[in-house]
């Protein structure tokens, strides 16, 4: 139990490290502080251009895929390997934590994003699957409504759906990750919530099927 507490433990600080507040200290900017307010990939591309949002996903995905993919079932120096019954555990516990860190950074101030990147990246590192249940939901709902942040939420629960739709010996520590992804992606876009009610949420340029482009 010790080595997997400090692999959740090594995985939320390995979260902490935000890609908009990495790159906006390097250029002497709070991106926290620009357009929506949120340290996440979209709003680095809004407020700073393609090459630094392109820049700052990679990083978010990345450190959601090594949380899961690497440090999950790696053997830790002097401690070793999580025991055999805690082994399906690992990815699961070391996804929710890196989404943690990246929602709640010890490193800025426990303002961060809101752990859709990430979410995503540790998905990478579990089920290419549950990636494409993610992809199709996301792209749907940006297609026919526009709404980014409805995109992220609907997205997160098709995935949590699917998880608990699925079988296997591993199944469990799947869910309990993915449901609890999805409830933390709804209480980050809350205020996104709160614009659709209200009829204030930006629309994002809908990528109409059959080439069609209406206005927004």
């Not at 700073?48 to 990345?62: E, N, T």
């Not at 608990?164 to 010996?169: E, F, K, P």
Request: proline share 4%.
């Amino acid at each position: 139990m010790s080595v997997l507490l400090i692999k959740a433990l090594l995985a939320y600080l390995l979260g902490s490290v935000i890609g908009s507040l990495v790159i906006g200290r390097m250029r002497g900017i709070d991106i926290r502080t620009m357009g929506s307010g949120n340290a996440g990939a979209t709003n680095a591309l809004r407020t700073q251009g393609k090459a630094i949002g392109l820049a700052v996903l990679v990083i978010d995905l990345a450190k959601g895929w090594v949380a899961t993919a690497l440090l999950a079932p790696m053997a830790l120096p002097l401690l070793g390997s999580v025991p055999g019954p805690l082994q399906l555990w690992c990815a699961p516990v070391c996804g929710i934590a890196v989404m943690l860190g990246h929602v709640y950074p010890v490193w800025f101030g426990f303002r961060g994003g809101k752990g859709v990147a990430t979410l995503l990246g540790t998905l990478l590192g579990i089920s290419g699957t549950l990636v494409l249940v993610f992809v199709l939901v996301w792209l749907a709902t940006v297609v026919l409504l526009g709404f980014v942040g409805l995109a992220s939420i609907l997205g997160a629960i098709a995935v949590a759906l699917a998880s608990l739709a699925g079988r296997g010996s591993g199944q469990v520590p799947l869910a309990y990750f993915t449901v609890l992804a999805a409830a933390l992606i709804v209480y980050t876009h809350r205020a996104n919530v709160a614009r659709m009610r209200a009829g204030t949420e930006p629309r994002a340029m809908r990528l109409w099927l059959l080439g069609r482009r209406r206005s927004p």
